[in-house]
């Protein structure tokens, strides 16, 4: 058996950062170690590089009066092949003597706006690389190692640098009569953040009802699984960071806070450009009051992994 004569094999792939990422047009280089612990015939030792997105998810159950419904959905964005060592299949193969071999690569990723590496509730998207010993008369024996890929952004744009606000309004009714209005303004210093980043949230509330009102904050990741052409869908929402104010009394007017909401460092990048698997952002605003329903700003941003500096909004 072949994996009797191989005691390991190792895929080491030359980092381009300090994150060990790649993307889109970038060169991967490295090298393929392994050791036999006899004499191994082989015809060639080859290599392929893809980029894929999966998603799954099932409803219902397996009872007699509901029948169980999978929703599979796959998108390929590239498969790349390779050599690494050249073909032989004269007398047999190339016979690898007992002991260490190092096989270096290359390989140099298409250009193209692939989406972020990540892996969710309901689907993943996944960049591989595998080497393959192929051996006369025998199925080749594939090694499988996962790089992380990064969607990189323009991020001169605009929009990403520019503050966003909203605004909402409530009124709460207390039987027969309606209490003064609740207002929500929030504003954000801008739409693009890093993983890590703090963001700074500028909030005026008013609490004209005769009820005690809290703000809230918090982070909130939306997944979004769908199948082709989005005839099904999988929606998946998530907290990641949250934080409460100090509560407003009844009948107060014009209360300025700012808040600062920590981005987790293992937060995913958004992703907006597959067809078939989604991750959003944005931050939710808002003010509880007490023994009724709460008023809500949503603010939408997106996460990159380049630090975008925030642009203050002009004042003629």
Same mark, same amino acid.
């Given at each position: %058996?072949?994996?009797?004569?191989?005691?390991?094999?190792?895929?080491? /792939?030359?980092?381009?950062?300090? !994150?060990?990422?790649?993307?889109?047009?970038?060169?991967?280089?490295?090298?393929?170690?392994?050791?036999?612990?006899?004499?191994?015939?082989?015809?060639?030792?080859? %290599?392929?590089?893809?980029?894929?997105?999966?998603? *799954?998810?099932?409803?219902?159950?397996?009872?007699?009066?509901?029948?169980?419904?999978?929703?599979?959905?796959?998108?390929? #964005?590239?498969?790349?092949?390779?050599?690494?060592?050249?073909?032989?299949?004269?007398?047999?193969? @190339?016979?690898?003597?007992?002991?260490? *071999?190092?096989?270096? #690569?290359?390989?140099?990723?298409?250009?193209?706006?692939?989406?972020?590496?990540?892996?969710?509730?309901?689907?993943?998207?996944?960049?591989?690389?595998?080497?393959?010993?192929?051996?006369?008369? *025998?199925?080749?024996?594939?090694?499988? @190692?996962?790089?992380?890929?990064?969607?990189?952004?323009?991020?001169?744009?605009?929009? $990403?640098?520019?503050? /966003?606000?909203?605004?909402?309004?409530?009124?709460?009714?207390? $039987?027969?009569?309606?209490?003064?209005?609740?207002?929500?303004?929030?504003?954000?210093?801008?739409?693009?953040?890093?993983?890590?980043?703090?963001?700074?949230?500028?909030?005026?509330?008013?609490?004209?009802?005769?009820?005690?009102?809290?703000?809230? $904050?918090?982070?909130?990741?939306?997944?979004?699984?769908? @199948?082709?052409?989005?005839?099904?869908? !999988? /929606?998946? #929402?998530?907290? /990641?960071?949250?934080? @409460?104010?100090?509560?407003?009394?009844?009948?107060?007017?014009?209360?300025?806070?700012?808040? %600062?909401?920590?981005?987790?460092?293992?937060?995913?990048?958004?992703?907006?450009?597959?067809?078939?698997?989604?991750?959003?952002?944005?931050?939710?605003?808002?003010?509880?009051?007490?023994?009724?329903?709460?008023?809500?700003? %949503?603010?939408?941003?997106?996460?990159?992994?380049?630090?975008?500096?925030?642009?203050?909004?002009?004042?003629?």
């Amino acid at each position: %058996m072949f994996e009797q004569k191989i005691k390991f094999l190792n895929i080491n /792939l030359n980092a381009l950062n300090e !994150r060990c990422t790649f993307s889109s047009g970038d060169l991967i280089t490295g090298h393929v170690s392994f050791e036999l612990s006899k004499e191994t015939a082989v015809t060639s030792i080859t %290599m392929a590089v893809k980029g894929k997105a999966h998603v *799954h998810w099932s409803t219902g159950s397996g009872g007699k009066r509901r029948s169980r419904r999978n929703y599979t959905a796959n998108l390929d #964005f590239f498969k790349l092949k390779g050599v690494i060592v050249p073909g032989n299949s004269a007398a047999g193969g @190339t016979k690898l003597q007992p002991g260490t *071999h190092v096989y270096p #690569f290359t390989c140099q990723l298409p250009q193209g706006d692939f989406p972020t590496s990540f892996r969710g509730v309901n689907g993943q998207i996944a960049y591989t690389l595998t080497v393959s010993i192929n051996r006369p008369w *025998h199925l080749s024996k594939d090694f499988v @190692t996962e790089f992380s890929f990064v969607n990189r952004i323009d991020i001169n744009q605009p929009v $990403l640098s520019a503050p /966003l606000s909203g605004s909402n309004t409530m009124t709460v009714c207390l $039987l027969w009569c309606a209490s003064g209005p609740i207002t929500v303004t929030a504003i954000s210093e801008k739409k693009a953040f890093t993983p890590g980043e703090t963001a700074k949230i500028i909030c005026d509330f008013s609490n004209a009802s005769s009820r005690l009102a809290t703000p809230k $904050l918090k982070l909130k990741q939306k997944q979004g699984f769908y @199948t082709h052409n989005r005839v099904s869908r !999988r /929606l998946y #929402f998530k907290t /990641l960071n949250s934080s @409460t104010g100090q509560p407003i009394s009844p009948h107060t007017t014009d209360v300025h806070t700012e808040f %600062m909401l920590t981005i987790p460092s293992s937060a995913s990048l958004t992703i907006s450009n597959c067809s078939i698997l989604e991750v959003e952002y944005f931050i939710e605003v808002s003010l509880k009051v007490s023994y009724s329903s709460e008023v809500t700003v %949503m603010i939408p941003i997106i996460l990159c992994d380049t630090p975008v500096d925030p642009h203050p909004p002009q004042y003629s």
